[in-house]
């Protein structure tokens, strides 16, 4: 049950009445008292507009404000039921009612202060007045002083001190010297709270958990991201299906992202990848593990969806380029890579710099085929489409070449080494097959570069097929030629049809 918003009764009236109900209910019962700045654990039996009823082992009933769980907009993270971990702030002797809280709010006398900094409890202070040294704090029952070191948890200047003028701040009584000078911290304060829900946001945060968060900083590695107190990283990789997408393109700070856990794990190697100022308000605590988050595990994957076949002519765009092609983006969240190989010619290298290079620019459009898709590793191989391709046809990528075929083809590359020939029909490196230099049928120190320009028509045999390892022969095709000419001149030559008569072969001999 809840309390109504609009009740009339005021706040002091709906303690005093739930006080005496619990004092009727444990007339008969012996109870412990708790003690201030007691950390206790209670089970939630009333949530009202200003306050939330506790139940404590059963026994005894503590209250809560309702601004102390409240969040900004307005609303109360708690039900009945829920369990809840707070401090003792205050104790009614007459009444037994306990009060919880984070703060005791303004100290009653110098006596609660000393309580109050014995429990680690916040204390309400007023800022009256600034100097180099800090700022002056009215307590209540005692002026305090905060030191400049400890007004924030993060680097404070003049304007920000002339700001705080004015304004009541929760402090931690750090010092009380001669019974009469004491001194505060609102930097411990803060460190104190945050690691308070930390510790809350950590109980929520399992590998598979589903989070809501701020987006605090960005990388170009990745994107932190603010879990309530508790900072945990999406790696680039983990932003989107479409890896080509940059982290300040997909993300910016202050941005309200919904991630999913992916791993928990302990690491004092989290630190290097935060910033100064990160550290200096993260909690010790939660500093000692490393989060790893995921907005793509949230996204529809665009493998699920995914119709293209092997053959199809497809128009897609280069984002980025390696040493050993240019990945091609050829649906959305979905790259497939043309190898350096397929694009024709060698790019550039340190032993080569003026080598010519057929490699594309990012942002290029592209028509490529699609030569072979792994959807279990989600690898997709394309070559470039053959002039003249439609987007959409299906071709044939590779010719059935078989060992001992005859086959023709084109001079595309040439090395010291021997001849590279694009077999005809064949597109991409699966048709492009070497001719060594000892199966060309030249003379030693022939000039390949003038006997076979490239461009120039070959016939070869084919010697040995395979992934990338295509064989080719002009000599063995020449071979097979001549072998198939002579045959052909012998065929001709065959025995006559008839020996004639005996007198006809013996005319034959005196001739």
């Given at each position: 049950m809840s309390i109504d918003n609009d009740d009339d009764e005021n706040f002091a009236a709906l303690f005093e009445r739930e006080a005496g109900a619990q004092n009727t209910r444990n007339t008969r019962k012996q109870?412990?008292?708790?003690?201030?700045?007691?950390?206790?654990?209670?089970?939630?039996?009333?949530?009202?507009?200003?306050?939330?009823?506790?139940?404590?082992?059963?026994?005894?009933?503590?209250?809560?404000?309702?601004?102390?769980?409240?969040?900004?907009?307005g609303s109360i993270a708690l039900s009945e039921g829920d369990k809840i971990t707070a401090h003792v702030v205050e104790v009614d002797e007459k009444s037994g009612v306990v009060r919880?809280?984070?703060?005791?709010?303004?100290?009653?006398?110098?006596?609660?202060?000393?309580?109050?900094?014995?429990?680690?409890?916040?204390?309400?202070?007023?800022?009256?007045?600034?100097?180099?040294?800090?700022?002056?704090?009215?307590?209540?029952?005692?002026?305090?002083?905060?030191?400049?070191?400890q007004i924030d948890d993060k680097r404070v200047g003049d304007a920000d001190i002339q700001a705080l003028l004015g304004q009541t701040l929760q402090f931690l009584v750090t010092a009380i010297r001669d019974g009469k000078s004491v001194v505060v911290s609102r930097r411990a304060f803060l460190q104190k709270q945050a690691a308070e829900l930390a510790e809350r946001a950590m109980s929520q945060i399992t590998p598979g958990a589903v989070l809501t968060g701020t987006v605090t900083s960005l990388r170009d590695f990745g994107a932190f991201v603010d879990l309530g107190g508790v900072e945990g990283l999406i790696p680039r990789t983990e932003i989107a299906h479409d890896r080509s997408l940059s982290v300040g393109d997909a993300l910016k700070a202050g941005d309200t992202v919904e991630v999913q856990v992916l791993q928990v794990k302990d690491s004092e190697a989290s630190e290097a990848n935060a910033t100064k100022a990160t550290r200096a308000t993260r909690p010790e605590s939660a500093s000692t593990k490393k989060i790893t988050l995921s907005l793509k595990a949230l996204a529809v994957d665009p493998w699920a969806e995914l119709s293209i076949v092997e053959g199809r002519v497809i128009l897609g765009t280069v984002t980025r380029l390696a040493e050993f092609g240019a990945?091609?983006?050829?649906?959305?969240?979905?790259?497939?890579?043309?190898?350096?190989?397929?694009?024709?010619?060698?790019t550039p290298t340190p032993n080569a710099p003026g080598a010519p290079s057929a490699m594309p620019s990012e942002g290029d459009e592209m028509r490529v085929v699609v030569s072979k898709i792994d959807r279990v590793s989600r690898k997709i191989s394309l070559v470039p489409a053959p002039d003249g391709a439609e987007v959409g046809t299906t071709i044939v990528t590779n010719a059935q070449v078989r060992v001992g075929a005859i086959v023709s083809g084109v001079v595309e590359r040439i090395e010291q080494?021997?001849?590279?020939?694009?077999?005809?029909?064949?597109?991409?490196?699966?048709?492009?097959?070497?001719?060594?230099?000892?199966?060309?049928?030249?003379?030693?120190?022939?000039?390949?570069?003038?006997?076979?320009?490239?461009?120039?028509?070959?016939?070869?045999?084919?010697?040995?097929?395979?992934?990338?390892?295509?064989?080719?022969?002009?000599?063995?095709?020449?071979?097979?030629?001549?072998?198939?000419?002579?045959?052909?001149?012998?065929?001709?030559?065959?025995a006559p049809a008839s020996l004639g008569t005996f007198a006809d072969l013996l005319k034959g001999r005196r001739l």
């Open positions: 109870r412990r008292v708790p003690r201030v700045g007691e950390r206790l654990e209670g089970v939630v039996v009333q949530v009202g507009r200003d306050a939330v009823f506790v139940e404590l082992d059963g026994k005894l009933q503590a209250l809560l404000e309702a601004d102390e769980v409240r969040e900004p907009d919880l809280g984070r703060s005791m709010g303004k100290a009653a006398s110098l006596a609660a202060l000393e309580q109050a900094m014995a429990a680690g409890l916040g204390v309400d202070g007023k800022v009256t007045a600034s100097n180099k040294g800090g700022i002056e704090v009215d307590l209540g029952t005692a002026r305090a002083f905060c030191p400049m070191s990945f091609v983006r050829i649906a959305s969240g979905v790259e497939g890579l043309v190898h350096v190989s397929e694009l024709g010619r060698r080494y021997g001849l590279f020939v694009q077999i005809d029909g064949t597109t991409g490196r699966g048709g492009r097959g070497l001719v060594p230099i000892a199966e060309i049928g030249v003379a030693r120190g022939t000039d390949l570069r003038k006997a076979f320009p490239i461009g120039t028509a070959v016939t070869t045999k084919v010697l040995e097929t395979g992934e990338g390892r295509l064989r080719l022969s002009i000599r063995g095709a020449k071979d097979a030629e001549e072998r198939a000419a002579f045959e052909a001149a012998r065929g001709k030559a065959s």
